[in-house]
């Protein structure tokens, strides 16, 4: 399930629309703004593409979200489990209140059997396979190929690179087959990321999804079907470097990898499913790499 990691690290049922009553006999339907940003994951730790986690902050920030939906599953927000999430997931969680935000963890995602099942099918397939392999080295070359001014308008507004993911996902993989599950059941989770955000956004006025760059065009979609816009705002930051974190931020991660080092050696109970995809995915060593690089930033002078 790794390669599905290469992509998707690059890579937010029923609207809760607002009734005002109005005085009338026909309220008036009030429709939250909705935003989507596309996050890069790992790609956040890197100097040279221009969009670190800072970065990140100040795209959300520029929008003033009544709340922002992030890519955490609802029951493992503060769980063991956070850590096998992104951590610019763990990072809105932390700091979104002090910027009067409200934080909804809106993930969703299948068991590990169901997906290695599907993997194997997919691998059975093996034209399918090629033609999937073929289409995510494509966007892997794509995201190598960056030398822009930032890598979210590399992304996020680029008709390219959504083209792109669109043609993966909805024509090369489709919905409901093997390669769908095998992808974590790509539509499936998207729209369910959507309902768990807007289920739980209340009467929010501005509503932020901040979900890996794969997601846009899917949750567009999604969005879509219930009649409302998902709109990609333009980059309003400039970059700034990696600068540094906020030490809550850290604490959090550190957390957050002693939890996914516990669960790997047993001293952490969670379900063998759970344990399979932690050791799957095996994220703790990025997380520690990742916490070290802002540790050494405080430290610097």
């Known amino acids: ?142 995201y190598d190929a960056f030398n822009g001014a930032s890598l979210y308008d590399y992304t996020n507004e680029s008709p390219q690179f959504q083209a792109m993911v669109d043609h993966l996902f909805e024509d090369v993989i489709g919905e409901n087959t093997p390669s769908d599950i095998a992808a974590g059941a790509w539509h499936e989770r998207n729209r369910m990321i959507v309902e768990n955000c807007l289920d739980n956004a209340g009467s929010a006025r501005r509503i932020v999804f901040v979900f890996g760059d794969g997601h846009v065009g899917q949750l567009q979609r999604q969005l879509a079907a219930l009649g409302l816009k998902g709109r990609i705002p333009p980059r309003a930051f400039t970059p700034v470097g990696l600068g540094t974190m906020p030490q809550t931020v850290i604490a959090r991660w550190e957390r957050n990898l002693k939890n996914l080092e516990g669960i790997v050696d047993g001293s952490i109970a969670v379900s063998t499913d759970m344990k399979a995809k932690v050791k799957d995915t095996n994220r703790a060593p990025q997380l520690k790499s990742e916490i070290e690089l802002y540790l050494t930033r405080q430290k610097a002078p």
């Open 1 to 142: 399930m790794k390669r599905r990691g290469l992509l998707l690290a690059g890579l937010v049922a029923t609207s809760t629309l607002v009734a005002q009553n109005t005085g009338s006999n026909a309220p008036v339907v009030s429709v939250p703004e909705i935003y989507l940003i596309g996050s890069v994951h790992n790609m956040h730790f890197e100097e040279r593409y221009h969009y670190s986690l800072v970065d990140l902050q100040a795209q959300v920030r520029s929008l003033h979200p009544d709340v922002v939906c992030g890519e955490i599953v609802p029951g493992d927000l503060n769980g063991p489990m956070e850590g096998n999430f992104p951590p610019e997931a763990a990072m809105l969680a932390e700091m979104a209140p002090s910027w009067g935000v409200r934080f909804i963890p809106a993930d969703w995602r299948i068991s590990f059997a169901w997906q290695a099942r599907a993997e194997k099918q997919e691998a059975n397939d093996k034209l399918k396979a090629a033609e999937v392999n073929a289409e995510q080295t494509k966007i892997k070359a794509y």
